[in-house]
């Protein structure tokens, strides 16, 4: 790469201050909208249930990925329009008398993981962790949003104010690192939840063993990035994480951790409080001590003080992932530990929507706390520094985000979690699931993987932020329908790539 573009691509994403948290949540917001209207045509015009047709795809395309990228781009300066565009014919469907009950079109048989077709009149046991749909939708939603920004960021098309920030205050992109490692801890409290109501659980040492094996292949993408970039003199933004750390070596380092922590919550039977307290502990380091001098002013002169952004950041990111893992322990299980098992599946959905809902109010009272000049610190968010206030932050838009999600899925499918043995589950299950979604949400992790590679590419063979807004948008259509289909072709033969 030019030496000359490398240095104005560096200054394109450089020294930049954000935007305002309500914009982000307009922005962010048009993902479930755009489900809220794609269930509706589910549900009411029976859109995709009985087959995935061109016209399907077309439409689920425009919808959970189309209306994303609009929002990140050519909506940027409008996306409370873009929402009501999106609910409005929502709302008019769902008012409306439809006709055939959703289901009555649907296959009598499903092809279960295995590839195998099962009849519906065998019925089944329900599994101690149902298919969450609204799961899969925010998930696959937080990917494609996180997929699209990685090269869009690289265009002016892009707005600046949703590109990292610096230093100190909010973006998307801020945002979407943190709901990256949010996620990731909201499907790994499934095997904490299986060991605790296991009678033999496994024991630290076990544990650490297991975690270093999840590590391991993160490492490996890490030392592959470092070596690739250095060797190709890409441009890197050094106040990100430094200058030889990368995200993938911070989520080698979860794992492990998280194993520690988890002999911590036998103590402290709350990973909500395990995260706050983790925050707190790190955020009075940086208040009391040198150490936020030495993050945000020190001199690179050896590995510590070159990598010192990636080193200390990992200690929030560990909170957002602990702040992840307890959400996973109410919203995955079907019958939450400690919870009555006589409730009704409408009396346990509406549960669950309410302490979604608790824990969003929580976390973002905690958020106003920690940001307020007249009650509270007078902190500022930091997704450099991974303060306090930006994993109270990432908290409470992740469980706002699958609050939105599921009251969608309760008032657009309530057949999902009224159903009384496994295949109809699974049926119901799947005509909730977007496919797309889906297919993000199985693979989300190689999909982060090539587009990246994909954006480097791109950047490599392009001069991007010399692109026009139209050459810009042809680009980012062609680069979300080559990935999209990658990830569909991985759905369609049910593959998923585990690293």
């Given at each position: ?30 993902a479930p909208a755009a489900v809220f209207l794609w269930s509706i045509l589910q549900s009411r015009q029976h859109f995709f249930v009985v087959q995935y047709s ?408 392009f001069h991007t932020i010399n692109a026009g807004r139209g050459v810009a948008m042809v680009i980012l259509f062609v680069y979300a329908i080559i990935l999209t ?15």
């Open positions: 790469m030019a030496q000359s573009y490398k240095l104005l691509k560096e200054d394109f994403v450089s020294n930049l201050s954000g935007g305002e948290i309500s914009e982000i949540n307009f922005v962010t917001g048009v061109v016209a399907a795809l077309a439409t689920d395309f425009f919808l959970n990925i189309g209306a994303i990228l609009l929002a990140t781009t050519l909506y940027s300066g409008a996306p409370a329009m873009l929402n009501i565009l999106l609910i409005s014919p929502a709302l008019l469907l769902y008012i409306l008398p439809h006709g055939m009950r959703g289901g009555q079109q649907f296959s009598r048989s499903y092809k279960d993981a295995k590839g195998k077709v099962s009849d519906t009149s065998n019925g089944g046991e329900l599994s101690k962790f149902p298919i969450r749909p609204f799961i899969t939708a925010y998930r696959g939603a937080m990917m494609i949003v996180t997929c699209l920004a990685i090269l869009a960021v690289d265009f002016r098309v892009f707005p600046r104010r949703f590109a990292k920030v610096e230093t100190w205050g909010t973006s998307l992109m801020d945002m979407g690192v943190g709901s990256f490692v949010f996620s990731a801890g909201l499907v790994a409290a499934r095997q904490t939840l299986a060991d605790q109501m296991t009678s033999n659980p496994a024991k630290l040492g076990q544990r650490l063993y297991i975690s270093a094996k999840h590590s391991l292949p993160l490492l490996v993408l890490g030392l592959i990035r470092l070596y690739s970039v250095k060797g190709i003199d890409y441009a890197e933004h050094v106040t990100e994480y430094g200058v030889h750390w990368n995200f993938f070596f911070t989520l080698a380092l979860l794992p492990p951790f998280v194993a520690l922590f988890q002999t911590l919550f036998s103590i402290i039977p709350s990973y909500a409080l395990l995260s706050f307290i983790l925050g707190a502990v790190y955020q009075s380091l940086l208040e009391s001590t040198s150490l936020k001098a030495f993050l945000l002013t020190a001199p690179r002169t050896d590995w510590l003080s070159k990598n010192r952004e990636g080193i200390f950041s990992f200690f929030g990111y560990l909170a957002i992932f602990l702040a992840g893992q307890d959400v996973g322990q109410y919203v995955l299980p079907r019958q939450p530990l400690g919870t009555s098992t006589s409730l009704s599946p409408k009396a346990q959905r509406i549960r669950l929507l309410s302490r979604l809902t608790i824990s969003s109010v929580v976390w973002s009272s905690l958020l106003f706390l920690s940001l307020s000049y007249n009650y509270g610190f007078a902190y500022r968010v930091s997704r450099r520094l991974a303060n306090l206030p930006y994993v109270l932050w990432v908290s409470a838009f992740n469980c706002a985000q699958m609050t939105l999600f599921c009251l969608v899925e309760t008032l657009v499918f309530p057949k999902v979690y009224k159903a009384t043995d496994t295949v109809s589950e699974i049926q119901e299950c799947r005509r909730a699931t977007s496919t797309i979604l889906n297919a993000y949400n199985r693979n989300g992790l190689p999909m982060f993987l090539l587009a990246n590679l994909m954006t480097g590419i791109i950047n490599i063979t289909g990658v990830a569909l072709v991985l759905e369609f033969r049910e593959i998923s790539i585990k690293v």
